[in-house]
């Protein structure tokens, strides 16, 4: 039996794969593996970035945190990175009007329809213009365009790396509407506490609301992995509950029961462990 495995300073992830195909693209190489544990599972440059078992849990953390917590509808939400789809086929519950996803390497969003229909499925909507350019750029010189927008990038190497800046967030501020918010995907506070650390600290140079939050995701490094809220002014923790409750009963009757995320996970995956708070200076 082949096994797949990804360490992470000396432990890591190991899973028995039945199947694999390998890609090299200009931006990174792509694995594909069919697993005995996961289903199929989506690696880029050595990192696990999906698969058919537990993507429910990012897609659904990154997305449904920042869209119910905003007060008036997302007309328009940005997503840099997001190549398999999943972050747009939940964006899509929320009924925006339009999402631009920003994706620098094409391969990985044919190959995602081709290998991954059930995550991608939202790539066909006619409301989702798919930009194949880096994200970085993409943002500069844009003012006041987006309600959300959503760092779905893979780890701060390679091409993600420009995408946790404070430069980078600094551009976001000025492309967001009055009232808006962003939302990073920020590494795992327990395997990579330098990298959330670092998007902690940039968000906070820049915007007046930053408040990290958890997710447990077993195919990622230790299982801990965290998002981080942004904005100048609209807090996560500040929503009303019975609206939220209103707004999620309406989405499930549309588009049927979310997995993860529902009104207790909205807050609860605000809280932070001891340790977090202590490294943060919280
Ligand atoms: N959604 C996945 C998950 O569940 O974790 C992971 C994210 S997705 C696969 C990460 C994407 O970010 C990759 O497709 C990668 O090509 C893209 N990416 C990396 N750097 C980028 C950049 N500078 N601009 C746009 N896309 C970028």
Redesign the pocket.
Known sequence: MLRFTEMMNGAGLAVDVNGSKRYKTP??EILLLETEAFGKM?V?DGAV??TDID?FV??EMITHVPLFTIEKSAEKVLV?????G??VRELLKHNPLKIDM????RE?VELSKKEFPKIASGLYDERVNIHFE???EFVKGKESEYDVVII???DPV???A??FSEEFYKDLKKILKEGGAIVT?SESPFSQFVSFKTVFSNLNKVFSVVRPYLAFIPTYPSGMWSFTFASDGLDPLGVNPETVMEKIALLEKEHGALEYYNLEMHFGAFAMPGFVNKKLNR
């Open positions: 931006f990174q989506l880029l970035q999906t993507e990012y897609h840099i990175g997001g190549g398999d999943g972050t920003v994706e620098i390497d990985v880096d994200g970085r779905d990038c893979s390679g091409p993600s420009v995408l995907q």
